[in-house]
């Protein structure tokens, strides 16, 4: 079975600073992958997802991720932080033999001014 | 308009009662799911339904039962409540996914989310 590792639990940058969140996979076959994000109070919103094609993804608000086979990881990556990106931010991993994608346990993003 | 909503957006009850939860897509979309986030955040896959069908039911206690009415309505009604039953519950619904790969390949759109506490 999938699965997905968020390695970790907090993040803490500064505005303006770059971010990169880690996300690793667990699956035999080509996986779909997706990036979600979930503010404070909020249901959780599509930042990007993989399926195929060309590795480097590219998302809204300015994110992008990078599927590396190799090392069997998709990590998010954008180059200069807001204070609006304070959420929590989940990977997730599917398989089309199977019928449901697997969350990590997610990431929480802290911005210092 | 709002995409996926739920009510009510909190509840608070007492153990052994029974409560339901409402949630409603209006973006036509075929395929509707509850999840559970505990309060780690940890998000768990409870049951999708397609086209009214149970899809997943990930074994989940049977005091949890969901309701889809319609396409556009997947309720979840939980029997006896328990302690931990306490968490924040997410409907969701998606597309129809690429081309023979299968409705969990699309992008899911998640509602408010309706945080339950039992006492």
């Known amino acids: 079975a999938q699965s997905v590792t968020q390695p970790d639990i907090h993040i803490t940058v500064s505005e303006g600073a770059s971010l990169e969140l880690r996300c690793n996979y667990s699956y035999g076959a080509t996986p779909y992958l997706f990036w979600y994000v979930q503010s404070p109070g909020q249901g959780l919103q599509l930042l990007l997802k993989?399926?195929?094609?060309?590795?480097l993804v590219q998302g809204i608000k300015g994110f992008e991720a990078e599927f590396k086979r190799s090392q069997s990881s998709f990590n998010l990556r954008k180059p200069s932080v807001h204070w609006s990106d304070a959420a929590e931010y989940f990977c997730a991993v599917g398989a089309w033999r199977d019928d449901k994608i697997i969350f990590g346990k997610g990431t929480r993003l802290h911005i210092l001014p | 308009d709002t995409a996926v909503s739920q009510t009510p957006k909190y509840l608070v009850t007492q153990m052994g009662n029974d409560k339901s939860i409402k949630c409603e897509q209006n973006l036509g979309h075929d395929t509707m799911y509850w999840y559970k986030q505990d309060s780690k955040k940890f998000l768990k896959i409870m049951f999708s339904y397609n086209n009214k069908e149970l899809i997943i039911n990930e074994t989940v206690p049977n005091r949890f039962s969901p309701k889809s009415p319609d396409k556009a309505h997947l309720n979840l009604h939980i029997n006896s409540l328990e302690l931990g039953d306490s968490a924040v519950y997410f409907c969701?619904?998606?597309?129809?996914?690429?081309?023979?790969?299968?409705?969990?390949?699309?992008?899911?759109?998640f509602g408010p989310g309706t945080r339950l506490t039992v006492l």
């Open positions: 969701a619904s998606s597309g129809p996914g690429l081309a023979g790969k299968g409705y969990h390949t699309d992008t899911q759109y």
């Open positions: 993989y399926f195929s094609g060309d590795t």
